[in-house]
């Protein structure tokens, strides 16, 4: 069945720093979405890829989708405390119908 | 917009007793979701319905029933708990039927424990 994998599992970051996070595939993915959960809070959408190579910039923000959509990345520039909390990708098939599968998430911790 | 509502929000419960997590979206959505959240697992989907009155199983639909009472409703029993179904629940919808082309929503959560 499909997996999905995230690494790393964690990341610590000086504030200024930045950081990327990667989400492999098993399988090729329809399109991948990311989401923010904040500590103690929910998921939170942030993004969706769709087309092969696709690149997407949310201010600080860099999502990118691998030519062969099994693989993604979240790069973030100049970290933020407010960049604290776990950075999940979703990926979905066509024939999943609905049924995506998460990452096990990068969780953030940012140091002042 | 309340967006997506989920009752209660923590419950303890003992081995062997039932419960019923109720989930309510105003959105008009038509897709919604159950997922668990445990510790270094990510996001498991427990049950899916594209529309009222339908319903798929998803990665860990063992131990649960579902039952999408109407577009709005999207409730999740557990007919006897066990310790390992003590996790963090959270609800999702989006308007997408199909599921997989627009965001979800997430609720609150439920912070379930069972001893």
């Known amino acids: 069945g499909q997996q999905v994998m995230q690494i790393p599992q964690y990341q610590h970051v000086q504030e200024g720093e930045d950081f990327t996070t990667y989400c492999n595939s098993s399988?090729?993915?329809?399109?991948i979405q990311w989401y923010k959960q904040r500590p103690g809070g929910h998921p939170v959408f942030l993004i969706q890829?769709?087309?092969?190579?696709e690149v997407k910039k949310q201010k600080r923000l860099t999502f990118q989708f691998g030519e062969a959509k099994k693989n993604s990345s979240l790069h973030i520039t100049a970290t933020q405390t407010t960049d604290v909390g776990t950075y999940f990708c979703?990926?979905?098939?066509?024939?999943?119908?609905?049924?995506?599968?998460f990452g096990a998430g990068t969780q953030v911790v940012v140091t002042p | 917009n309340a967006g997506v509502t989920q009752t209660p929000k923590f419950q303890v419960l003992k081995t062997g007793q039932s419960m019923t997590l109720q989930c309510a979206q105003d959105?008009?959505?038509?897709?919604m979701y159950w997922y668990r959240q445990d510790p270094g697992m990510g996001l498991r989907l427990i049950y899916y319905?594209?529309?009222?009155?339908?319903?798929d199983k998803g990665e860990v639909p063992n131990g649960y029933n579902v039952s999408r009472l109407n577009k709005r409703e999207f409730s999740l029993r557990l007919e006897s708990a066990a310790p390992s179904q003590t996790s963090v629940y959270f609800c999702a919808s989006s308007v997408d039927p199909r599921g997989w082309n627009t965001e979800a929503f997430f609720g609150q959560g439920t912070r379930l424990t069972v001893v």
């Open positions: 319905s594209a529309s009222e009155g339908t319903t």
């Open positions: 959105m008009n959505h038509n897709s």
């Open positions: 399988t090729t993915l329809s399109n």
């Open positions: 890829l769709v087309k092969s190579g």
């Open positions: 979703a990926g979905v098939t066509t024939d999943s119908w609905g049924k995506f599968q």
